[in-house]
């Protein structure tokens, strides 16, 4: 990996390679590194995806060369053909990761394994190179060890980490490309919940579905981002921040958020969530809050769930609590259930006790808090 500190205003550069990568790095220091104050006033408020560290990190792909060129460069614009595949037949997929400061300075990620892996299987089905988890892993180092400086502190401040990858051909033939790009970029995340985490109300989308039977809903893609964007407007116009999908052949088992996999908590601590069926993302917290619940002797129920068994269950009791969970807020506690004809549950009610538990579980094994019983942390720098 690669080291740069500042002295005398100079720029050091120390270029090692690890034993974890398959390929060497080129290293490029920034010439306009943001000013120390401007930085700190950023860090002090981040919000979401608004500001942006020194460097990315760029891989290049070909087939016939394979993975190539990796390279740590400033961040800035990228120079694409107007032919280029990506932005005629969407041959597109990203992930989402954090980087934490820990108290003693410092910084992990959390299982970047699992994104790797599951960005093999988006690259698949998008039929673009699978890049190999060693990379994967080492792209997220490289960039956080250059940029280290951005990591926030404190709180449930973290650097948001965004890998990505694009089909870069200079071709208008309908067929997957045979040149493709990697880069992973990186900006600084305040808290979500900027006044504490508090339940949200969700909008049931029936007109709209996120992805079909067969398609892309397992991926994570831009094109199922776009779909999700016309009803996520409805869920504002009707005052609730995210989105509720149904099933594509039926419309009543429900699948998932805009962008957030969802859980029901039964009155008897059963956690129950909706199965994977191909149409939804596998979601890194999703597979551990399961986890979490289990060590904790929950039963975990992974089948399909009606949108009539949720809301009976709220008016019975039957279900006592519900969360969605995702990298960006890790777990959002739900209150209340709206549709074109219908509102279940209290707006008012407050989070439940297990969902807040859990979330609290997590946050604290991200942060440092608390300890890491199934080697989840990753240390970068």
């Not at 305040?190 to 007109?207: D, L, N, R």
């Not at 992805?211 to 094109?223: E, H, V």
Request: charged share 20%.
């Amino acid at each position: 990996m690669a080291i740069i500190s500042r002295i005398d205003d100079t720029f050091q550069l120390t270029i090692t390679m690890t034993a974890q990568s398959t390929i060497p790095f080129k290293i490029t220091p920034s010439t306009a590194f943001q000013q120390l104050a401007e930085r700190e006033a950023i860090l002090e408020n981040p919000g979401f995806g608004k500001h942006f560290t020194d460097h990315m990190v760029a891989i290049d792909w070909t087939l016939d060369d394979g993975w190539h060129g990796a390279h740590v460069m400033p961040y800035g614009p990228l120079l694409l053909d107007p032919a280029a595949s990506v932005l005629h037949y969407a041959q597109e997929i990203f992930e989402g990761l954090k980087a934490y400061r820990h108290p003693d300075g410092s910084i992990w990620t959390f299982r970047p394994q699992a994104n790797a892996e599951r960005m093999q299987r988006s690259a698949k089905r998008l039929a673009l190179p699978e890049l190999p988890t060693d990379i994967f892993v080492e792209s997220i180092r490289q960039i956080v060890s250059i940029d280290a400086d951005w990591v926030p502190t404190g709180g449930e401040t973290s650097l948001y980490l965004r890998p990505f990858m694009i089909a870069n051909e200079s071709f208008l033939g309908v067929r997957s490309a045979q040149k493709a790009a990697y880069y992973v970029i990186a900006s600084p995340a305040g808290a979500y919940f900027a006044k504490g985490v508090a339940p949200v109300s969700i909008w049931v989308s029936t007109e709209y579905t996120r992805a079909a039977s067969g398609g892309t809903g397992a991926a994570k893609c831009g094109g199922n981002y776009a779909a999700s964007l016309l009803p996520q407007q409805e869920a504002y116009a009707n005052g609730c921040p995210q989105v509720l999908f149904l099933d594509p052949l039926e419309g009543k088992y429900l699948e998932e958020l805009g962008g957030m996999n969802v859980f029901l908590v039964m009155k008897d601590g059963t956690l129950v969530t909706p199965e994977l069926t191909g149409s939804i993302l596998e979601g890194v917290t999703r597979a551990s809050i399961i986890q979490l619940a289990r060590d904790r002797g929950h039963k975990v129920e992974e089948r399909r769930v009606t949108l009539d068994e949720w809301k009976n269950g709220m008016v019975s009791g039957e279900v006592a609590e519900a969360f969605a969970c995702g990298t960006a807020a890790v777990v959002t506690p739900i209150a209340a259930l709206k549709g074109r004809n219908f509102m279940v549950g209290d707006e008012t009610a407050p989070a439940g006790k297990l969902t807040m538990s859990l979330r609290q579980e997590l946050t604290d094994i991200q942060h440092g808090r608390a300890p890491d019983p199934h080697g989840w942390m990753v240390r970068l720098v």
